[in-house]
């Protein structure tokens, strides 16, 4: 699996646990085109997982998977051991013990959703509300917190990814690298225990890229417990080699490497890879 | 589930009474109505975009007119105050000419919209290649316009329907008239009320569906419509 | 000139009598409308199949009918069934459940023009479909479409005179009884038709005002 940065034994440690999130024969189609081809991923706790790789290869349907925006169309899905979706295959490789089909109502996608987190690329600020708003609406409304108490944790947060000052702002006042660092914080308001990143500097200015590259840096070298896993997909090569553990390339809908940032990026196995980091690398 | 029985049988009296007796009255309406309606909106709608000034004027004001008052109040003056300067129409002339002249000044705005929703390259086009204004609306225009006003052509067509029921008040024997005749007969006035609507909803689908189809034939061919042409 | 001013300006009291009933039963039966037809649209949005598809069709049902007949309905069905209505509660009920249907497309239109994104990221915190709708989605969906609600307003303006047939003594039915009376129907009815033309210009610009100015707020 993934190799932790500084070469202790929790190798084993993490190795035993339960992944985070799994994913077996994840199949997923929009019409006649198959975005994602029986797809197996397993991620540790506390894992920094990269996705990198070209548009519509599927990098965001994994994620918007995870948080159960989208469904799936064959295969399962789990976080922390427990079903997300299970969609028996067609056919008789059927995935699963026993495999009932899951496709989750409401209310299960809402009980595991409040483990998950996410962070769009354009933003999705609620923008009749302040910045303070957005962050505290869901505390306030999902989680029953009172004004107070999430007004507390809001104004912790906007000062961690430094917009204190900022709390009576509307989106429409803010710059695009100071709304997405709003909607980080809303994210995490929600203390999740994974965080999804889509493509969060791809909508930006390149002025405002580096300082939500920042707050992702801070947010993954601050986890000292590795308790929060982050699952990020990007188009900054640099960026990922910084602070992944670990760096999936997809393609085709399929896992064509995984490994570590030293591997994919400097030694890349596969001649996909390799092709892909040079158009990208190269341009 | 006798009271069923009953309801079925008694709705069933009411809706041959209905079609036999007040359907071609507001048939007749419906179509002399939209032979004024389309009209009416074409020679307003050109006129509102006209470079020609008193028809553009004459234009403005008959849309402002007729859509800025109810079509009962029109078809009660026509009726019932327009004989004391006068002129004296039946009820058959008001009902056509007043329902035609109030769904056609909503039409004039749809034929407007149309013609100014094509793209202004295609007159400067064709104005390049030596055509008049005239020649210009008639071949390049008014043909690109046209399918774009089959929709809302299509509720105006039913609003003129809805209209017809109004017709009852100046003595025209149409479906409504029918239906409060019924009800002074009889005393079935579920019966009749619910075969009235469903009556005049069935009426309507048609209508959309006739409508559907014509946009369909007018489209046939060109980007994004599949068609006739396209099925070889 | 056949037209007598001194009559005019007799009748105007008793017209400016009927005005009043026919205001009120605009802005009761359009309040009616923009509760009811929020109902439908949030219904469509949120309910299960069954109940959404019974209100699809109901409302097809009204926008299809005339509203004639619908009012021919209430005033006249309802009290067999045992609810009995005065002419003016029919009326505005009926005003208001037609008019709901269309209300109900503008709401529609409004709703369907909040972006994707804002669905997404609420139900990724964590809100249910209603709460969205209602905290998210409806606070962005409704200053844009209030010009148009407001052109449903003046179409209700416009469809008043329908009371008159179920006995309501608005404006129309003022006129009528003043023509009646006097055996004289060319003033009541041009006034009443000039009064209708003059409010529907005034309130038709100024939903054009609302238009413009709200794009120009965006």
């Given amino acids: ?58 990098k965001s349907t994994i994620l918007r998977i995870t948080i159960a925006l989208e469904g799936i169309d064959e295969g399962r899905v789990e976080i922390d051991g427990e079903s997300l979706f ?30 998950v987190g996410i962070v769009f690329q354009h933003f999705n600020l609620f923008p009749h509300m302040t910045a303070l708003r957005n962050i505290t609406e869901a505390p ?39 709304q997405q660092r709003v909607a980080i914080a809303r994210a995490l308001a929600m203390q999740p225990e994974i965080m999804l990143f889509d493509e969060v500097t791809s909508g930006l200015d390149p002025e405002w890229v580096g300082e939500v590259l920042n707050v992702l840096r801070d947010l993954a070298h601050q986890d000292s ?51 892909f980091l040079d158009t990208v690398l190269n341009a | ?61 008959y849309v402002e007119a007729f859509r800025g008052t109810s079509a009962l109040v029109q078809l009660f003056w026509f009726y019932f105050a327009l004989p004391r300067l006068g002129i004296t129409l039946s009820a058959m002339t008001v009902g056509i000419v007043v329902l035609g002249l109030n769904t056609g000044s909503y039409g004039a705005e749809v034929v407007r919209g149309a013609i100014q929703a094509v793209p202004g390259g295609q007159w400067e086009a064709a104005t390049a290649l030596g055509f008049t204004r005239g020649q210009t609306m008639r071949r390049v225009v008014l043909p690109q316009a046209a399918i774009r006003m089959i929709p809302p052509a299509g509720n105006l067509l039913i609003e003129l329907l809805k209209n017809t029921a109004l017709a009852l008040t ?42 559907r189809r014509l946009e369909r034939r007018l489209a046939a061919g060109r980007d994004g419509y599949p068609g006739e042409a396209a099925a070889s | 000139m056949t037209w007598d001013w001194s009559y005019t ?93 269309y209300t109900a497309e503008v709401y529609r239109s409004g709703i369907d023009a909040v972006p994707k994104g804002q669905w997404d990221a609420a139900t990724a915190l964590g809100f249910g479909r209603l709460e969205t709708l209602w905290r998210i989605v409806l606070p962005q969906a409704i200053p844009p479409i209030i010009p148009a609600l407001g052109n449903r307003l003046i179409a209700i303006f416009k469809d008043s005179p329908l009371l008159a047939v179920i006995t309501v003594t608005e404006l129309l039915q003022q006129a009528k009884l003043l023509g009646a009376e006097n055996f004289r129907y060319l003033e009541p009815l041009t006034l009443v038709g000039v009064i209708f033309l003059i409010l529907s210009l005034i309130s038709s610009r100024f939903v054009r005002w609302m238009e413009v100015w709200s794009e120009q707020a965006v």
Avoid: C, N
């Fill in chain 1, 225 to 275: 417990e590795e308790s929060m896993t982050m699952l990020i997909v990007t188009h900054q090569m640099r960026f990922a080699e910084d602070i992944a553990d670990r760096v999936l390339f997809l393609d085709g809908g399929r896992i064509v490497e995984d490994g570590p940032p030293e591997q994919i990026f400097s030694a890349p196995e596969e001649a996909r890879t390799r092709e």
């Fill in chain 2, 1 to 61: 589930m006798h009271s069923v029985i009953q309801f079925l049988s008694t709705s069933w009296g009411v809706l041959e009474v209905l079609v036999a007796e007040g359907l071609p009255v507001t048939v007749a309406i419906l179509a002399g109505g939209t032979v004024v309606a389309v009209v009416a909106a074409l020679a307003a709608g050109l006129g509102r975009v006209s470079r020609i000034a008193p028809w553009r004027w004459l234009s403005t004001s």
């Fill in chain 3, 9 to 101: 300006w007799q009748i105007v009291p008793a017209l400016l009598r009927g005005l009043v009933v026919t205001l009120e039963a605009t802005f009761l039966g359009f309040a009616f409308a923009l509760v009811v037809g929020l109902l439908w649209a949030m219904i469509r949005r949120g309910a299960p199949g069954l109940l959404r598809t019974a209100v699809v069709w109901f409302v097809e049902f009204i926008r299809s009918t005339p509203l004639l007949v619908q009012l021919f309905f209430i005033y006249y069905v309802l009290p067999q069934w045992g609810l009995v209505l005065s002419p003016l509660v029919a009326g505005v009920l009926g005003l208001g459940l037609h008019y709901s249907a």
């Fill in chain 2, 170 to 211: 100046i003595g025209l024997t149409e479906i409504t008239f029918r239906a409060q005749a019924l009800r002074s007969e009889t005393l079935d006035t579920a019966e009749i009320f619910t075969v009235a609507l469903l009556l005049y909803f069935v009426l309507a689908q048609g209508l959309s569906f006739g409508m």
């Fill in chain 1, 1 to 58: 699996m993934s190799k932790p940065s500084d070469g202790s034994d929790r190798t084993d440690t993490r190795e035993r646990e339960l992944p985070i999130v799994r994913m077996r024969g994840v199949t997923k189609r929009f019409g006649d085109e198959t975005v994602l081809d029986h797809l197996d991923l397993d991620v540790a706790r506390g894992e920094k997982v990269a996705i990198i790789g070209s548009s519509g290869s599927g």
């Fill in chain 1, 140 to 178: 306030v409304r999902v989680l029953g917190l009172s004004r107070e108490e999430a007004g507390a944790r809001g104004r912790k947060l906007l000062a961690r990814v430094g917009l204190s000052g900022k709390e009576s702002a509307h989106p429409a006042q803010l710059s695009g690298g100071q």
């Fill in chain 1, 86 to 115: 299970t969609m028996p295959g067609k056919g008789s490789d059927r995935v699963g013990a026993g495999a009932d089909e899951v496709p989750a109502d409401e209310r299960h996608k809402r009980r595991l959703r409040e483990r």
